[in-house]
């Protein structure tokens, strides 16, 4: 048994994980929240916390054996709160870290992705001497679940429409859509964290997890395939990278870290960095947990999506 601390353990991800880690029954978790907790979590002991004030976060993660971080990378500034927490989990000597990743490759030019950047530097600085905090960078690509929108099953995801959008049919993609992308779903990711805590090796650095390597045009073409003739806006590499956006749509990321005023706007930044991190090759995840975790089986997303769309109106 081993002592997990979330934080930011009230978030949608991090809810789908905190399911995976009670449901193997051999852990302790501990939530650390900015907020009063007005509905408890069976199995879960929630920890208010001030991110400013590293002394309080040296008592909280006091005895932990792993640190999850799901901090919203674009809601600290300066990245105070996730770098008050990597100290504190060194002055206490936790074994294991995980920064808020959970998505594409590092690099990935996403605008509010920027500070995930930061912090492996600060990671890589803490640990320039001598390892002083195993950690690793959890990289699943996009979440497949967002391409069952919105008849997605996850428990805590809310999921919304990406570039490719089954439930209107439409479509945005960069020159012929053969740009690799890996699509994994959240529980899966889910999966293999529960897993990672348990794994008696060294976790590694870059933490890639490749549910489902596809390409933007595959998808595509099993969307038509599933739905009828998509709609598709097809947009220059050239374009893209210049920061040049000339669609008929753009999809609206509908998600609680980003206030209703600033939807429009936040909605088309992230297709731009999106679309600019496809172009780069930052979709296409390293497969480092696949090889670690041989057994785990992961959900294709041709199985997947044919499932969800299959007799949909």
């Not at 990671?123 to 069952?148: H, M, R, S, W």
């Not at 919105?150 to 999921?159: S, V």
């Not at 090796?201 to 390597?213: A, D, L």
């Not at 090759?281 to 997303?301: C, M």
């Amino acid at each position: 048994m081993v002592k997990v601390v979330v934080a930011g353990g009230t978030g949608e991800v991090a809810r789908e994980v905190i399911d995976a880690i009670l449901a193997k029954n051999k852990h302790d978790v501990v939530v650390l929240t900015r907020k009063d907790i007005t509905e408890p979590i069976t199995g879960v002991t929630f920890i208010k916390v001030d991110y400013t004030d590293k002394a309080s976060l040296v008592k909280a993660v006091r005895d932990a054996d792993v640190v999850l971080s799901f901090i919203v990378i674009h809601l600290d500034p300066e990245n105070v709160a996730q770098k008050n927490l990597i100290d504190a989990a060194v002055e206490v000597g936790v074994k294991r870290f995980a920064p808020s990743e959970w998505a594409l490759k590092s690099g990935s030019g996403v605008p509010f992705y920027a500070g995930k950047d930061q912090i492996r530097e600060y990671l890589e600085e803490i640990n320039k001497d001598k390892k002083v905090l195993e950690y690793t960078l959890f990289q699943p690509g996009l979440f497949l679940d967002y391409f069952a929108h919105p008849y997605a099953d996850t428990r805590h995801l809310n999921t919304t429409a990406m570039q490719l959008d089954f439930q209107h049919r439409r479509g945005i993609q960069v020159d012929d859509g053969q740009h690799p992308v890996v699509l994994t779903l959240v529980r899966d990711l889910a999966a293999v964290v529960a897993e990672a805590i348990d794994y008696a090796g060294e976790w590694p650095v870059v933490g890639g997890i490749r549910g489902s390597p596809t390409t933007f045009a595959e998808i595509l073409k099993l969307g038509e395939e599933l739905r009828g003739p998509f709609k598709t806006d097809t947009v220059s590499a050239d374009d893209i990278k210049n920061g040049v956006l000339n669609t008929t749509w753009v999809p609206t990321i509908n998600h609680p870290s980003i206030p209703p005023e600033q939807r429009e706007e936040m909605s088309k930044l992230l297709l731009q960095g999106f679309l600019k991190a496809a172009v780069l090759g930052k979709g296409d995840v390293s497969d480092e947990w696949n090889r670690l975790l041989p057994e785990y089986k992961f959900t294709g997303a041709e199985e997947y999506l044919r499932k969800v769309w299959e007799g949909k109106p």
